[in-house]
């Protein structure tokens, strides 16, 4: 669960999907617009709807009345992650034990299974509770992230008012923006702007 699609959406209430790593797209469903920081899950739907858009909901499901517990655990799983991959970033080694807590919920066993066309999968099948069976492979990931993942590769955006991450998968590992389309170009313009106002 390293990987999650990289794209913008024109869509402003929609979450960018612009961390290519599950856990730093965790982080990214929190945005600053101006300088307002802004939670872009406001219902255990819009939590549900960013799973769904990870790809994590092949088997689970939760009843409307466990929406809520859903939402306030997955922001409890946010703020801990943000918690402990800043404190990896700043050489700090945070407690890893609320995190252990969130991985010990997501009981789940590798299973065998075909799809429509009989191609063979190997996919993980979960026992728990259904807010846990959904926020387990978020969990995974952030534990991944801080066992496996590069240090120097775990960036912010560039832009002074962007508060977004990302994971460098660049051949170079350059990448300043979450986005070209979005910072890199505002920061294009801005250049532009000043160079025009120079002149």
């Not at 819009?46 to 799973?51: F, R, S």
């Not at 517990?69 to 800043?86: G, S, W």
């Amino acid at each position: 669960m390293e990987k999650t699609e990289t794209s913008t959406s024109n869509n402003p209430g929609e979450i960018p999907m612009v961390g290519d790593h599950l856990a730093l797209d965790l982080l990214n469903t929190e945005m600053r617009v101006g300088n307002e920081s802004v939670d872009l899950w406001r219902s255990g739907e819009d939590v549900h709807a960013w799973l769904e858009r990870c790809g994590l909901l092949a088997s689970a499901s939760i009843a409307a009345a466990e929406k809520q517990t859903l939402l306030r655990q997955a922001r409890e799983l946010r703020a801990l992650a943000r918690q402990l991959i800043e404190q990896w970033k700043n050489g700090q080694m945070g407690d890893v034990q609320p995190l252990n807590k969130f991985l010990d919920a997501y009981l789940s066993a590798p299973q065998v299974t075909s799809d429509d066309t009989g191609k063979l999968s190997l996919t993980r099948v979960a026992k728990a509770d259904p807010v846990a069976n959904l926020l387990g492979p978020v969990a995974e990931a952030v534990a991944q992230l801080l066992t496996d993942g590069e240090l120097d590769l775990v960036k912010k955006c560039a832009h002074p008012e962007c508060i977004l991450w990302f994971y460098d998968r660049t051949k170079s590992h350059k990448r300043r923006w979450c986005s070209m389309a979005s910072c890199g170009n505002r920061h294009k313009a801005a250049q532009f702007r000043k160079k025009v106002g120079t002149t």
